[in-house]
Structure formats: structure tokens, C-alpha cells
Antibody
């Protein structure tokens, strides 16, 4: 069974940092580009990071560029998202997702919750 | 970045009724995808490349559109279709963006 399991979400103060992890199983992780998508408390979906299968190419929207870093360890079948300089507007459920053709996100994890509050 | 506007924001339909929701883009997009999200769960792949149904999606669903105007249609509403539906655009380059969603309720 194809599965993505996120972890690492916590309550953190503004300006703080944390690292999310996503354990992949049931498919050839190293053969797929991967991504993170977040859902705000207002239920809006926002793409926040994308990494190529080898890790050599990454993309971010302007809202997180310079603060978030996506990375992967293909030997461990694990995807990461480093979140720095956190703001209250980064509060969201963070989903690990597998993009298919034309960035159609065909596999979603259950999500991990990040809350940024003093 | 391309802004997607979904309408209506909330709608209700009776069982057996035809349902149509729309997604309008601020500029032309190459492909539109759709996701279904039921309360308390993760979004689920639903329609890709504008009109192709993901595996397991009932045939009563369809997608259409081009350029800046896209739609998702349910030919006959069923109780299990209650959910929020999100559109997402792809246009060769990031950033990809999502619409704010259409919440579909049962009348």
C-alpha cells in the first residue's frame, strides 16, 4: 500500500524553527518528485515546497522562500521540510504529497499540525 | 501568480440532482485538477488534466473547461458526494495554486 506518514508538527513560538519528516512506503520513493502542501485553519490549501527525485532541484512560493527548505534522503525513503523564522500565518496542517504528471498530487499523507503562537 | 476563484463557495443539492461548480482562473492555465476533501480527512485526488477521472472516482463525475474557465459536474448527486471540492492549476511553471473550495452539502 502506498503510504506517506508525516511527523514533527508541534506548537512553536514566532521566530522559531522545526523540521517535519515524511516517511514513504509502498512505492519507489527515489523515482518520484515530492512536495509539501499546507492547509490553513480557514481550510485554504497552499503549495509550499517541491523537490525533484534526485534532490537537485527545489521550488518554493514567495511566501516561504528563504525560510523553508525541502530535502530528502532516498536511502531512508524520507522527505523533510525545515521551517525557520516561523510566523503566525504559517500555522497549518502540513501534508506530504506525491506529485504525478502536471503536478497532480495523487498521494496525500494524513498531515501533521504546526501551530505558531506565543 | 494565477488566482483561482471557485463558485459557489457553498451549495446544496438533493439526491439525484445535477450539480455543477466552477473554477475561474485569472489567466489561462494549461491543466486543471480537482480534489475531494471530506470532513476530518486529507484531500483526495479526484479529477486530473481537466477531465480525467482518478482511479475509483464514480463515473457520475466529470470535468471540463479550457483557458480560464473550468467546471466539475456531478450528473446525479448522491449522499456520499458531500465534501469540499478544490481546484488546482498547473501552467508549466511554479507556483501552482489552489482555489478556496466549494462546499457541497445535501439538501
Amino acid at each position: 500500500e502506498v503510504q506517506l506518514v508525516e511527523s514533527g508538527g508541534v506548537l512553536v513560538k514566532p521566530g522559531g524553527s522545526l523540521k517535519l519528516s515524511c516517511a514513504a512506503s509502498g512505492f519507489a520513493f527515489s523515482s518520484y518528485d515530492m512536495s509539501w502542501v499546507r492547509q490553513t485553519p480557514e481550510k485554504r490549501l497552499e503549495w509550499v515546497a517541491y523537490i525533484s527525485r534526485g534532490g537537485g532541484n527545489t521550488y518554493y512560493p514567495d511566501t516561504v522562500k528563504g525560510r523553508f527548505t525541502i530535502s530528502r534522503d532516498n536511502a531512508k525513503n524520507t522527505l523533510y521540510l525545515q521551517l525557520n523564522s516561523l510566523k503566525s500565518e504559517d500555522t497549518a496542517m502540513y501534508y506530504c504529497v506525491r506529485p504525478g504528471h502536471h503536478w497532480f498530487f495523487d498521494v496525500w499523507g494524513a498531515g501533521t499540525t504546526v501551530t505558531v503562537s506565543s | 501568480q494565477i488566482v483561482l476563484t471557485q463558485s459557489p463557495a457553498i451549495m446544496s443539492a438533493s439526491p439525484g440532482e445535477k450539480v455543477t461548480m466552477t473554477c475561474s482562473a485569472s489567466s489561462s492555465v494549461s491543466y486543471m485538477h480537482w480534489y475531494q476533501q471530506k470532513s476530518g480527512t486529507s484531500p483526495k485526488r479526484w479529477i486530473y488534466d481537466t477531465s480525467k477521472l482518478a482511479s475509483g472516482v464514480p463515473a457520475r463525475f466529470s470535468g471540463s473547461g479550457s483557458g480560464t474557465s473550468y467546471s466539475l459536474t456531478i450528473s446525479t448527486m448522491e449522499a456520499e458526494d458531500v465534501a469540499t471540492y478544490y481546484c488546482q492549476q498547473w501552467s508549466s511553471n511554479p507556483p501552482i495554486t489552489f482555489g478556496a473550495g466549494t462546499k457541497l452539502e445535501l439538501k
